[in-house]
Each structure stands twice: as C-alpha cells, then as structure tokens.
C-alpha cells in the first residue's frame, strides 16, 4: 500500500517536473476542499502574473510595440513644422518702408496742397505751405536713397478732385487738422520703427534725420487743433 502510494507521488512530481501544472494545480484544488480552494487561488494571480512578465513570449511581444511606439513619438516630434514659419526678411520690409514713407509724403503734400485756398485759419495756411515744403524734400531724399540701391518707386498719385475755391466747409480747419494728426501719427510710428529696426544703414539715417521733423509737424497740428 505504502509502494503504490509511493510511486503515485512519484508520478505528479514528475509531471510537475515536465511543466504539466495545470492538472496537478486542479487535482490539489480538489482534494483540499472549497475553503482552502479559495484562499489558494488569491495568491494565483500573483504567482500567474509574475510568471507571465518575466516569461520569453510576454517580453518579445512587449518589445516590438515599446520600439514602434518610440519610432512614432520620434517622427512626430520630426515632422512638426516650427511656429510661425520663416520671418519675413529685413530687405524686404527696407523696400516696403521705401514704399509706405513715399506715399505718405506724397498723401500729405497733395492734401496740404489742396487746402491751402480753403483754410481759414492762418496759422493752418503757414502750417500747410510748412508741410509741402519739408515733405517734399523728405521724399526727394527718400528718392535718392531708393535709387542708389535700386529699389523701386511707387509711381506717382494721382491728384485728389479738390472742390472750388470757397465751398469749404464751416468745420474744414477742424477736419484738415485731425486728418494731419492721425496721418502724421501713422508716420511717426513707422519712421521710429525703420530708425530702430531697420537693415540698411543709410535708410536707417534718413529715418532718423527724418523723424524729428515729422515729430514736429505733429505737436504743431496738436497745439494748432481747436
């Protein structure tokens, strides 16, 4: 009796031995009865799991999809363009400040033009002939720079249709001086901008021997607005 039980031991070691866990697990299961059953398979998972991660299949499955998660994550970080794109170049802006500066010129003198016969003010009159005269040589100086480097010109403006002489408006000072402040605003913006910001040397001084005369004009028209 004690032989057959002996070689019965014998034979579940064995196949324990040989990885056959499986029927050897479920006949002990039996055999210890619910209860025990119950306690035992809490500590299965844990034993299943520890086994399963440290198993071959489980680690050459996970390493293909950690190496292609890494490869997806590197082609993104790649292929994002950076933001805000390719500034803008400085010769560009140089050639628009050509550009801009000589319409505003042109803007002001036909304006201060036009004016003249209907401004009542004679304080306005002197302060228009003023900004025809500077202007003028402003663009001139403008013009010479422009074309010792080339860039291009706007063409010329064509004259606004001025109303007959004596048909001004009762308030025209009024509107021809806040049409001055806000155009001689606009221009003192953009010649501080190119006297600080600007590429070229020799259109960085002409903005800056330029913009105090344009400063001027505009605490004039202030003083002059009623």
């Known amino acids: 009796m004690e032989v057959r039980h002996l070689k019965r031991g014998l034979t579940l070691a064995g196949l324990g031995l040989l990885g056959v866990t499986a029927p050897v697990w479920a006949v002990a299961l039996a055999s210890l009865g619910p209860t025990a059953a119950a306690a035992d398979t809490s500590r299965v998972p844990v034993q299943l799991d520890a086994i399963e991660l440290t198993g071959t299949a489980g680690s050459t499955s996970l390493v293909p ?110 509107k021809w001086t806040a049409e001055m402040i806000a155009g001689h605003e606009r221009s003192v913006a953009l010649y501080r901008a190119q006297a600080t910001g600007g590429e070229d040397k020799d259109l960085r001084k002409y903005a800056k021997d330029t913009l105090p005369t344009i400063e001027k004009h505009l605490a004039e028209l202030r003083r002059l607005q009623k």
């Not at 400085?90 to 004016?115: C, L, N, W, Y």
């Not at 249709?161 to 004596?166: K, L, V």
């Open 65 to 174: 999809l950690m190496a292609a998660d890494m490869q997806a994550r590197e082609t993104a970080a790649v292929d994002v363009p950076a933001q805000g794109g390719t500034p803008i170049g400085k010769p560009v802006d140089d050639i628009q400040f050509v550009k801009q500066a000589t319409e505003s010129g042109r803007k002001e003198i036909s304006s201060a033009q036009e004016a003249l016969p209907q401004l009542k003010d004679p304080a306005l009159r002197h302060m228009a002939e003023m900004l025809v005269s500077d202007h003028g040589n402003a663009n001139q100086r403008l013009a010479q720079v422009a074309e010792a480097k080339g860039w291009p010109l706007p063409g010329p403006r064509a004259p606004d249709a001025a109303p007959p002489a004596g048909t001004a408006s009762a308030d025209f000072d009024a």
